[in-house]
């Protein structure tokens, strides 16, 4: 209740200090306008917005899961084998070089206009973060918890599955905490460089018409967005991969 | 309110008496509780009967002499009590016979009676419980299993459970557990690996004193026949279980006559005391000798 109270009091301080740079600088409408035009904009044009935000969120949500999935496996994966890590990981700390911003020009080139170039550019820019974190957790598996598994005779394969992975779903559980504030970014990019549709694209345009009210309306769903997005991760990580966390039971 | 620490054992007593005549253990009805007793189609190499152990030679620690060089026998099927101060590398040679020598190496030999390779044979217990903060107390017992792609037996492990006094517990998490419940899962877990080999460095350590002497009765008659090595700071432990006490010092280790009768001995036997007594005025003069250095 508190956090509540706290949370709310800070978004009232933030609109009045919004509101106070509008009046006390005297901005035109066009440059910056006031939350309560913004306010005005985002009910007005709710249809329309809401149109464009699914788009976005169904982006945004399969490149989470997917690249959930992808860098997953892919940390399991070099985790088991040595061989993949000498030829990979080099590849991948690579990558990490490249703007992931630059590859959007390509990748809309090569997947086209539609919401698959987006989902790939959400899930490149998070690809990385997971398969990192949730690799890091996975090398680093306490040692006398793998002396124990040698003890009782245990096969690598039994021992990934049934201690170094759960052991390390809390570091998968950072890596996707970090996604779910970046694909969102990745989205966003993938429509600036070629859609027709998403918030992305609906922004740029109300930017090109000085219809700055409108972008700021589609910002702001696109921020509550994320922090629901981030929110929603975080509970879901609590609840399943932090600390005392039953799923290898299941397993 | 029930009792909440109440454990569904017999008395000491009860549990002397039982462990004098051949009546088989009640609680593994079909669980011989020696390995000999096993039906010979059942004996691969994880069943045979248990050996002694042959250890000789030092173990070094990045260059420096960390103990040794020792000789020593640890006899089949008997348990033996390792005691000593702390440091001077009780649990490096449980490791070592438990094959993970992983940062000391060891010159010398360590040999199984029957030349058979340990891997495989031996089950540890390690100083700290190494509870997977994930499973429940019950998955936890039946991690081995687990990791052997066995199926796990929840039956056995229910019974284990019981006799460790942790049947109401067995679905909380190692977090909701007291330290000394926390110790007797992971000797549950223990006692279900079911090796002829038996390594145990300090298993009682974070018992009160009733819980401890019921869990010594209970672990000498679960892991009877199988050659037991335990490490331990209590002579009076060493004094209740040891068929052969050893102590280390930097010198090297030396052996301590256990008490004639037959472990687990009462704990206000006349000789057991006395045992208790010589051995601590033994350790209290090598912890000396390490002051006055
Ligand atoms: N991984 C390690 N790195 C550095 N030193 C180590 C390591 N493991 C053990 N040692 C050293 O080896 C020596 C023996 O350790 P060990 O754990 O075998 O002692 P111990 O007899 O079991 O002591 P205690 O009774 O306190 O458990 C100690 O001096 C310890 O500092
Ligand atoms: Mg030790």
């Given amino acids: 209740m508190k956090k509540a109270a706290s949370l709310f009091a800070s978004a009232l301080f933030a609109v009045l200090l919004w509101q106070a740079v509008v009046t006390l600088g005297a901005l035109p409408r066009f440059i910056l306008p006031g939350p309560v035009l913004v306010a005005e904009t985002l009910w007005k044009s709710r249809a329309l917005i809401a149109e464009h935000a699914v788009i976005t969120i169904a982006e945004v949500l399969i490149g989470l899961m997917l690249g959930a999935l992808l860098g997953g496996l892919s940390a399991i994966g070099l985790a088991t084998s040595p061989v993949a890590r000498t030829l990979i990981r080099p590849m991948m700390v690579f990558s990490q070089a490249i703007p992931v911003f630059a590859l959007a020009p390509v990748l809309t080139l090569w997947l086209g206009y539609g919401l698959s170039s987006k989902i790939f550019m959400a899930l490149l820019i998070i690809y990385f973060p997971v398969t990192s974190a949730f690799f890091d957790a996975l090398m680093r598996t306490p040692a006398p918890w793998l002396d124990l598994a040698r003890v009782m005779g245990a096969h690598p394969r039994r021992i990934m599955w049934h201690i170094r992975v759960p052991a390390a779903l809390p570091g998968f559980a950072s890596g996707l905490r970090l996604a779910a504030v970046y694909a969102p970014i990745g989205a966003i990019i993938g429509e600036w460089v070629g859609a027709s549709k998403g918030l992305g694209y609906l922004m740029l345009l109300a930017n090109g018409r000085a219809k700055i009210d409108l972008m700021f309306a589609s910002l702001i769903v696109l921020a509550i967005f994320t922090l629901l997005l981030h929110a929603g991760v975080d509970r879901f990580c609590r609840h399943y991969l932090d600390g005392k966390s039953r799923t290898a039971k299941a397993i | ?293």
């Fill in chain 2, 1 to 293: 309110m029930p009792t909440r620490h109440a454990l569904p054992l017999q008395s000491y007593d009860n549990a002397r008496k039982r462990h004098g005549n051949t009546t088989p253990a009640t609680l593994f009805d079909d669980l011989p509780v020696s390995a000999f007793h096993r039906p010979a189609q059942d004996w691969g190499i994880y069943m045979t009967p248990a050996p002694s152990l042959l250890i000789s030679g030092s173990a070094w620690f990045d260059g420096t002499l960390l103990f040794g060089p020792l000789q020593l026998t640890i006899g089949a099927g008997k348990w033996t009590c390792l005691l000593g101060p702390s440091g001077v590398g009780k649990t490096t040679l449980l490791r070592l016979v438990a094959g993970l020598d992983a940062v000391t190496r060891f010159d010398g030999h360590l040999n199984a009676s029957d030349d058979l390779p340990l891997a495989g044979r031996t089950a540890l217990m390690a100083q700290s419980d190494l509870l997977m903060p994930w499973l429940n107390v019950t998955d936890n017992v039946l991690l081995g299993a687990r990791l052997r792609g066995k199926t796990p037996d929840h039956a056995r492990a229910a019974r284990v459970l019981g006799r460790v006094g942790l049947s109401d517990h067995t679905r909380k998490t190692p977090d909701a557990l007291s330290g000394g419940q926390r110790q007797r899962v992971a000797l549950a877990r223990t006692l279900m690996e079911d090796r002829p080999i038996v390594l145990l460095d300090e298993p009682f350590s974070a018992l009160d004193a009733r819980t401890r002497s019921q869990m010594q009765d209970l672990t000498v008659e679960l892991l009877s026949g199988r050659t037991v090595l335990m490490v331990t700071h209590d002579p009076a432990e060493a004094a209740r279980l040891a068929d052969t006490i050893l102590i280390m010092t930097e010198t090297g280790i030396s052996s301590f006559p256990p008490p004639p009768s037959p472990a687990p001995r009462a704990v206000d036997d006349g000789e057991t005391l006395k045992t208790q007594g010589q051995l601590l005025a033994l350790l209290r003069q090598t912890t000396q000798q390490d002051e006055s250095v």
